[in-house]
Every structure is written in C-alpha cells, then in structure tokens.
C-alpha cells in the first residue's frame, strides 16, 4: 500500500454508500482527488449474490465491483 491507498468496510450496502459519501466531502474540502477508474469494491456476502439495486457512487462517478485483486 502507498499513502494515497486506503480501504473501507461496512455490513451494510448503505452504510458503505455513507462513507464513500464522508470521503467525497473529505477530499472536496482538502482539495484531493480519488482516481474511481483505480479503485473497486470487493463484496464477501455468503448468503446471495450483489442485487442489482445495490450500487456504491462517489464523486457521481459508480465503482466497479470485483470478485478478487491481484
């Protein structure tokens, strides 16, 4: 990881959605940008798969979601 990597977790799809909400207005105010073509979003869900209203967007902007990193 460098400086400029971070990661976020919830257990709730709109709770995630809330913090990626709390990062926007963190970098909006210190004048930083999030390279969202870069950055994705793993789901650990047992029970179902992702439905297809669940989504997570910062900066108007959706979030890939992959199944593992290399």
Do not use: H, P
């Not at 400086?3 to 963190?26: C, G, H, N, P, W």
């Not at 793993?42 to 290399?70: C, H, I, P, S």
């Amino acid at each position: 990881m460098f400086a400029d990597d971070f990661s976020i977790a919830s257990f709730r799809s709109y709770e995630l959605q809330k913090k990626f909400e709390l990062v926007d207005t963190y970098c909006k105010n210190w004048n930083l940008k999030c390279n969202l073509s870069k950055s994705k979003i793993m789901v650990f869900k047992k029970e179902e798969k992702l439905k297809a209203t669940e989504g997570w967007r910062m900066n108007r902007q959706n979030f890939g979601v992959v199944d593992e990193f290399n």
